[in-house]
């Protein structure tokens, strides 16, 4: 339902390397903080660096588990794929679409065009 | 291409007709549903306004279906709005205001209404009923301004409200008709018990009295009973029961008696017109309860959509009272009558009652006080008109004696699927069965979130924790008492013995060959698993940056805005002016938010941004005191021999020596230690996982104390004569610690758990084991190494942790 970005542009954030399997990195998109995640099976997932929890908080530093985030500072299950928060607890992060391509990541954001 | 939706038009705005909504739209989306509501609010969960009038609840924490919710459905809610008739000829349900809306099939849901005695002046000011919020804010505002209150009704709704306007302050008195409260659902023995509490609560009892009169001009000031007696009360609560709203169906010709009359699939007389909840009558029976009108709008949504359904034959209802601290429950037959054969036993010390009825020998109804534990149990036995057995007989009656409270986990097995297990909730056996199998829940929690059920009154807990066991089988029990997280079963000894004996080396191994349900494990077991790997291969293991938490991870510990925290080391608590002023200098140059003196002798920079780290341990120049780790953190020391008048022991000299000695080892939890130079015990070894006070011919070593979260003073461990043994004895401990402590078990846990004794054995008395330990440990020392300094020699890694990637836009 949040996918339907009007104006959606892929910005080429860094070669595959740059970014550590199972480890969090913060991109810097047009001034929005983004987490990027290599997954073990070579996935990149890219999601806003900001937990849905109250207190919110940064994502990039969480626990990677196959597609799932665990939040750093709260232990919530997030789903890399969809942003949904899993139960018990309820929320959803803004997932941003990720190409790569001769190993090169690539991150699409509409958020500065629209802000 | 629109295809023409029938339209469902819902009168009444309660539970019964929402949760057969909810239960509809689970089977079909063809409706365009319309829901008319006379209470300005979304539906709520009027037996909540017990809690809510008790002060437990607020009125947001009991609605059910947000706005939102009918939202999200499509469904058009008019609120404040109530329904005049049903005009069958136009096929159009018509409001009081005289607006018409279509529809092809209609649902009257409205419920009931309080019932007022009809005695002259009932309609005073100050005279309400008890059945929705509107009442309940009445009630909370009565109680601000009066004292003296009335209960009229002894049943379950009306000690509810006297306990609640006890609570908010009210002088409460309770009148009764009858001579036994909650007649209905108790018999005599348990009422009295019941009555007995309450007043022990302070609500004041008059039973057997007749209300004749409300006294009072405008206002209620007093009632006077048949007997011309009279009690003063300046607010009246009329509890004495409910009626089913039948206006609506009334006005519009349908059948009525005391409730709508409805066949077994809730139709009423009129074509395409259903009835559910407490409007209805069924079989003769108007029911006050919220069971039945959840089992009513299960078989309502599935006749309604064209889909089988067995026939409503009924509910065998049962009661809680939702007092705190008063359990009462009772279901089926419960008053003594001819042909009963009464099992019953009452204690008068434990103040508990238990009463079982049979009907040639099967089970027809039971009552309960004081411990309700079996409630479930008996409702179950009692609804599938169970025979009583002697095993059956053992198991509820019991001895007293040798686990009464055993395994009674078959009743589940034969439940069906549509039974409904949380009545509040209208959440089925076969819901929670389905969230454990297909969802993967384990624990009655988890249950909760998602289903709703055992949230509201959580008298199902029992049954829903049954359910989960008998699904999980056997995992339910090792997964309870031992797995070491939801991915597995086994527990921290099974997978250590595992690691050794398979000689896995990764955790994507361990997690692969032992069969965790998640490949790649989580927050729990990644951290763990990494940990036994290190304590088993201190040498060949190669630590998994990805299985630490954020803070073993960086190496520092992070702050709730992002930021994070540098502590370097000060052996001892000691540290020179050069040392202070590199820590100043740094503090400037990178705009440290505060430096802190930490509870372990040292200072801490707060608020340092993630890409300053490397630089800062860089320009420091000196260890990590590993304050973010599962390691030693800090030695504390007094000032000792070496300059205090009362010092027999160097205790700045011994501290640094075993802080300096034990750093950087992995630990299952984080460590600390304190050396005092005499027993004044100025650094406090009572509160320390390793406390070594000196003394004028040695040392005394204490272990397993905290005075963190969960206090434990330190037990003495023993008393040695040289620093050497000290130093091999503390070796000894810290190693057996890491061999058998499970992962995040501080030692105050560990010494309980192992036993001091066990501990004493390994490390004191076998001289052979302890030179074991002592060499297991040294060997591990020789691996470590210091994180920052291996930080800053790995650019790669370093700059792919520490900084982020800037992308502007450049179009």
Not at chain 2, 308 to 329: C, N
Request: glycine residues 10%; negative net charge; hydrophobic residues 35%.
């Amino acid at each position: 339902m949040n996918m339907s970005l009007p104006n959606e542009t892929f910005y080429p954030v860094g070669s595959l390397d740059q970014f550590m399997k199972q480890v969090g990195r913060v991109i810097d998109l047009n001034g929005v903080e983004i987490a990027v995640f290599q997954t073990s099976d070579g996935n990149v997932f890219a999601i806003k660096n900001e937990s849905p929890h109250p207190k919110g908080g940064p994502l990039a530093e969480g626990m990677v588990s196959g597609h799932y985030l665990y939040d750093p500072l709260h232990d919530w299950k997030i789903d890399l794929e969809t942003g949904n928060v899993q139960a018990p607890d309820h929320g959803q992060v803004q997932v941003y679409p990720v190409k790569i391509e001769d190993g090169q990541v690539w991150v699409a954001t509409s958020e500065f065009l629209t802000v | 291409m629109t295809t023409y939706r029938e339209k469902l038009v819902v009168i009444g705005n309660g539970m019964a007709g929402i949760s057969a909504v909810e239960q509809i739209l689970k089977l079909t989306t063809k409706f365009d549903i319309t829901v008319f509501g006379s209470e300005q609010h979304p539906n709520y969960n009027r037996i909540m306004l017990s809690y809510v009038l008790e002060g437990s609840k607020t009125i947001d924490d009991i609605v059910l279906n947000d706005l939102h919710w009918y939202q999200d459905n499509g469904i058009t809610l008019h609120i404040g709005t109530t329904v005049a008739k049903i005009d069958e000829q136009t096929k159009e349900v018509v409001t009081e205001d005289g607006v018409r809306v279509p529809y092809d099939k209609v649902l009257i849901a409205t419920g009931s209404n309080s019932f007022i005695l009809p005695v002259p002046g009932s309609d005073k000011e100050g005279v309400v009923g008890f059945r929705d919020i509107a009442d309940c804010n009445q009630m909370l505002q009565a109680a601000q301004v009066y004292r003296k209150a009335a209960v009229i009704g002894g049943g379950l709704l009306g000690l509810e409200a006297a306990k609640g306007l006890v609570q908010l302050g009210m002088d409460v008195t309770v009148v009764h008709l009858m001579d036994d409260l909650m007649e209905r659902q108790l018999d005599h023995q348990a009422s009295s018990m019941l009555q007995a509490e309450l007043e022990r609560q302070g609500i004041k009892f008059k039973m057997g009295a007749q209300t004749a009169e409300l006294l009072g001009d405008k206002r209620v000031s007093g009632l006077r009973f048949a007997d011309d007696s009279v009690l003063d009360a300046e607010f009246v609560v009329m509890a004495v029961g409910i009626k089913p709203n039948i206006v609506v169906a009334k006005e519009s010709g349908i059948d009525v008696n005391r409730g709508i009359v409805v066949n077994d699939y809730m139709q009423t007389s009129m074509e395409g017109v259903y009835s559910v909840g407490e409007c209805t009558e069924h079989r003769g029976t108007c029911y006050g309860l919220v069971a039945p009108l959840f089992e009513q709008g299960m078989i309502l949504a599935k006749h309604i959509c064209g889909v089988d359904t067995a026939p409503y034959e009924g509910s065998v209802v049962s009661t809680k009272l939702k007092i705190s601290g008063v359990d009462v429950f009772s279901t089926g037959e419960f008053i003594d009558g001819p042909g009963h054969m009464i099992i019953a036993n009452k204690d008068e010390w434990k103040q508990t009652y238990k009463k079982i009825l049979l009907r040639d020998k099967v089970m027809v109804g039971a009552v309960l006080f004081g411990d309700i534990t079996d409630s479930a149990e008996l409702q179950k036995l009692i609804k599938q008109r169970t025979e009583m057995t002697d095993e059956l007989y053992e198991s509820l009656m019991g001895s007293g004696c040798c686990g009464g409270g055993g395994k009674k986990t078959t009743s589940v097995e034969s439940m069906s699927n549509e039974e409904i297990v949380c009545g509040c909730n209208g959440v089925t056996k076969g819901t929670i069965v389905d969230v454990i199998t297909n969802q993967g829940l384990t624990t009655v929690d988890e249950i909760k979130a998602c289903t709703g059920a055992t949230r509201s009154c959580g008298g199902c807990k029992p049954v829903v924790e049954q359910i989960l066991q008998y699904v999980l089988g056997d995992g339910f029990k090792t997964a309870d008492k031992q797995g070491i997280c939801g991915c597995t079963t086994m527990s921290r000894d099974e997978i250590v013995a595992e690691i050794k004996a398979k000689g896995l080396q990764t955790t994507k191994e361990v997690m692969n060959v032992l069969g965790w349900s998640q490949p790649e494990g989580c927050s729990k077991c990644r951290p763990a698993v990494n940990y036994y790997l290190g304590m088993i291969y201190p040498d060949s293991h190669e630590d998994e940056k990805e299985s630490r938490f954020v803070n073993e991870r960086m190496s520092a510990n992070i702050q709730k805005d992002g930021t994070y925290t540098v502590i370097p080391r000060m052996y001892g608590g000691i540290t020179t002016p050069e040392e202070l002023k590199k820590i100043a200098d740094v503090s400037l140059k990178y705009n440290i938010k505060v430096v802190k003196v930490t509870g372990g002798q040292r200072l801490v920079l707060v608020g340092v941004m993630k890409a300053d780290l490397p630089k800062i341990w860089e320009e420091l120049d000196m260890p990590s005191g590993y304050g973010y780790a599962k390691a030693l953190r800090t030695v504390k020391t007094c000032v000792g021999s070496q300059f205090c008048r009362f010092g027999t022991q160097d205790s700045m000299g011994m501290g640094a020596l075993i802080e300096r000695k034990f750093e950087r080892l992995d630990l299952p939890a984080k460590f600390k230690i304190a050396v005092n130079g005499c027993p004044r015990n100025c650094a406090e070894s009572c509160t320390k996982d390793i406390g070594i006070v000196g003394n004028d011919g040695g040392w005394e070593i204490f272990i397993g104390g905290n005075g963190g979260i969960k206090a434990r003073l330190a037990d003495s461990l023993c008393k040695v004569k040289t620093d050497e043994e000290l130093v091999d004895i503390c070796s000894a401990i810290i190693q057996h610690y890491r061999e058998t402590g499970n992962y995040l078990e501080r030692t105050s846990e560990w010494v309980e758990r192992i036993g001091l004794d066990t501990i004493k054995a390994v490390v004191l008395d076998n001289a052979e084991s302890r030179k074991a330990l002592v060499n297991r440990i040294e060997f591990a020392l020789q691996q470590v190494e210091d994180p920052w300094k291996k930080m800053l020699n790995d650019d790669k890694s370093r700059n792919r942790m520490f900084h982020r990637l800037e992308i502007s836009n450049q179009l």
